[in-house]
């Protein structure tokens, strides 16, 4: 998968507007989550790798969140704010698409179509500022392509966090130039991107922010591993792999189709549906997993 999204971007894809210094982090990213997988690396190690993967696009390139566009109404942000709060966008999307990596095909599938809709904006509307972006989508789309005939259930290959930092790393430098692209640009959606990019990266966002919430409320590390995933919950429910996977892709197609049809109502009112909405899926599978555990409790007590 890096050797197809590599080798194809190197050989079609225009390296101007910070894509060179895109693929300098993907390397770096590449041999960081390689040495992880092989031989284990602290999480100390990994964030060094992560923090020099994003300098490079940050200060190199420039390719930084210059505005919340009105959010909160605040506009643009002071060169330092820009920089803190562009770091804290890409470790923590990547750390989203590294996390929801647990079942067969699943982070795949969630990229291919994260990536297909950046993709898509980009070609339509980037221009010369970002259209070679939509070049950086389809190669990884190309590779993921490749990748998911071999890792759907049951999968002789796996991701790993060789596969995952590296999407992961791509999909947040794809999010952020999309928001610049709604600024700068004016198109497709203008001050709405942020809350229309959200939208777009709803499932990992969710999934990463409920299990962080769930295991500091009971005062555990949030990098702590567990069976709170939503992907781990909707298997609980009786859902194959196959089918949680689709299931899943389903959702986030749904919310980006949401997002796209009401991007007029802006930033606030459209984060605000979002939040609602995040807080009832948490509420549901909170409630169903107090079911299933009640069951296993009775039962317990019945075969006693």
């Not at 940050?58 to 562009?86: C, E, H, K, N, W």
């Not at 555990?293 to 007590?301: F, K, V, Y």
């Amino acid at each position: 998968m890096f050797a197809g999204f590599m080798s194809a971007l190197t050989i079609f894809g225009p390296l101007e507007n910070g894509a060179k210094e895109l693929l300098a982090g993907c390397i770096i990213l590449f041999f960081v989550g390689l040495k992880d997988d092989l031989v284990g690396m602290s999480v100390s190690k990994k964030f060094v790798g992560r923090l020099l993967a994003t300098g490079i696009v940050m200060v190199m390139a420039d390719v930084r969140i210059t505005s919340f566009q009105g959010i909160l109404g605040i506009g643009t942000l002071p060169v330092g704010v820009s920089y803190a709060f562009t770091l804290g966008v890409i470790v923590g999307i990547t750390n989203a698409i590294n996390l929801i990596d647990g079942l067969d095909g699943l982070a795949g599938t969630i990229v291919l179509i994260i990536c297909s809709t950046f993709g898509y904006y980009f070609y339509a509307y980037g221009g010369a500022s970002f259209g070679n972006y939509a070049f950086v989508a389809v190669c990884l789309i190309g590779g993921l392509l490749g990748f998911l005939r071999y890792n759907f259930h049951r999968a002789p290959i796996f991701m790993g966090d060789t596969g995952s930092l590296v999407c992961g790393f791509i999909v947040s430098v794809l999010a952020i130039q999309f928001i610049e692209m709604g600024l700068r640009v004016g198109q497709p959606f203008g001050s709405s991107s942020p809350s229309v990019a959200v939208g777009i990266l709803f499932v990992p966002l969710f999934d990463t922010l409920r299990v962080f919430s769930l295991r500091m409320l009971a005062g555990r590390s949030p990098f702590s591993p567990d069976k709170n995933h939503i992907h781990h919950r909707i298997l609980a429910m009786g859902f194959q792999q196959i089918s949680t996977v689709l299931l899943l892709g389903l959702l986030n197609i749904i919310v980006i189709l949401f997002v796209i049809r009401f991007a007029a109502i802006g930033n606030t009112l459209l984060i605000a549906a979002l939040a609602g909405f995040s807080a009832l899926l948490s509420v549901f599978f909170g409630v169903y997993q107090s079911r299933i555990s009640r069951r296993q409790l009775m039962a317990a007590e019945s075969a006693n």
